[in-house]
């Protein structure tokens, strides 16, 4: 796989024949064929920038991964998608997985959190969109209770615990616990299911609290069973409004430039 020189490639226990990439904005006009501001790889089609652009760094993806990328229509819900060869781009759906060799299930992201998922032995893969409304309406939950049944997975409970270390579960960069400010509804939201999540926010002083995506992340993939998480820890390097020169930011560039490209995370078997 020909990438980005600055695209992250998931540090963590997959298999060979599991292949993974977060695409970064690019470093310069080589890396690229958007204009600002969004250059200079916008994978996203929806946010104005020019149609030709986002088809050739969309070409330029597909060649690097050797695999076809499905783009979905991502609306922060929790709908699911199984991915199959004539799957078209453009379906409704904020996660997708696939049994396939050959097809990239792709999220977009410019702040949301992105999550990776297959097993130790490989006989699936999953990538999940998880904004804070969709990971509080049970995107990871849904996603992983449909890994499992793709994967041959059991079910009950007891097989579940017995399977915690099959799954590896892989967060992306999103916008980080000190740039997330938030209402005190989305606290409520998350904290009416698990009282453990209110450790997760820090409140500010105008009634507003910042949110730990990533640790909310975390949260529900252990409660689902999932004991290896790697990625994205919080840590600043991780965050996309701190880190410009890397990573698009709607929260940091649609008010002050007009725009934000889209970054797209990917999982496929080989």
Same mark, same amino acid.
Not at 67 to 84: F, I, K, M, N
Not at 124 to 145: C, D, I, K, S
């Given at each position: 796989?020909?990438?980005?020189?600055?695209?992250?490639?998931?540090?963590?226990?997959?298999?060979?024949?599991?292949?993974?990439?977060?695409?970064?904005?690019?470093?310069?006009?080589?890396?690229?064929? $958007?204009?600002?501001?969004?250059?200079?790889?916008?994978?996203?089609?929806?946010?104005?920038?020019?149609?030709?652009?986002?088809?050739?760094?969309?070409?330029?993806?597909?060649?690097?991964?050797?695999?076809?990328?499905?783009?979905?229509?991502?609306?922060?819900?929790?709908?699911?998608?199984?991915?199959?060869?004539?799957?078209?781009?453009?379906?409704?759906?904020?996660?997708?997985?696939?049994?396939?060799?050959?097809?990239?299930?792709?999220?977009?992201?410019?702040?949301?959190?992105?999550?990776?998922?297959?097993?130790?032995?490989?006989?699936?893969?999953?990538?999940?969109?998880?904004?804070?409304?969709?990971?509080?309406?049970?995107?990871?939950?849904?996603?992983?209770?449909?890994?499992?049944?793709?994967?041959?997975?059991?079910?009950?409970?007891?097989?579940?615990?017995?399977?915690?270390?099959?799954?590896?579960?892989?967060?992306?960069?999103?916008?980080?616990?000190?740039?997330?400010?938030?209402?005190?509804?989305?606290?409520?939201?998350?904290?009416?299911?698990?009282?453990?999540?209110?450790?997760?926010?820090?409140?500010?002083?105008?009634?507003?609290?910042?949110?730990?995506?990533?640790?909310?992340?975390?949260?529900?993939?252990?409660?689902?069973?999932?004991?290896?998480?790697?990625?994205?820890?919080?840590?600043?390097?991780?965050?996309?409004?701190?880190?410009?020169?890397?990573?698009?930011?709607?929260?940091?560039?649609?008010?002050?430039?007009?725009? $934000?490209?889209?970054?797209?995370?990917?999982?496929?078997?080989?």
């Amino acid at each position: 796989m020909t990438r980005g020189a600055d695209w992250l490639v998931p540090d963590w226990p997959a298999p060979p024949h599991v292949q993974a990439v977060f695409t970064t904005r690019g470093q310069g006009a080589g890396d690229g064929a $958007s204009a600002a501001p969004f250059d200079f790889f916008n994978l996203g089609g929806h946010v104005g920038d020019a149609p030709a652009a986002v088809a050739a760094n969309r070409a330029r993806l597909q060649r690097a991964l050797g695999a076809r990328p499905v783009y979905l229509d991502q609306v922060h819900g929790t709908e699911v998608l199984a991915l199959h060869p004539d799957t078209p781009d453009g379906a409704r759906a904020d996660a997708a997985l696939t049994d396939r060799p050959g097809l990239a299930c792709t999220v977009m992201v410019a702040d949301c959190l992105p999550v990776l998922l297959t097993d130790l032995q490989g006989r699936a893969v999953a990538a999940a969109h998880a904004g804070w409304r969709g990971l509080a309406g049970g995107v990871l939950e849904r996603t992983l209770e449909q890994f499992r049944a793709l994967a041959g997975m059991q079910q009950a409970q007891a097989a579940i615990d017995s399977e915690a270390n099959e799954i590896v579960a892989w967060l992306g960069p999103c916008i980080g616990p000190q740039a997330f400010e938030v209402g005190l509804e989305v606290r409520a939201a998350f904290v009416a299911a698990d009282a453990g999540a209110a450790a997760c926010f820090v409140p500010l002083a105008d009634g507003k609290v910042l949110a730990d995506l990533p640790a909310l992340a975390r949260r529900r993939l252990a409660a689902a069973g999932v004991a290896r998480v790697h990625g994205n820890d919080g840590a600043a390097a991780w965050c996309t409004v701190g880190n410009a020169a890397r990573f698009f930011s709607y929260r940091r560039d649609q008010r002050r430039q007009g725009g $934000s490209g889209r970054m797209a995370a990917c999982i496929w078997r080989v």
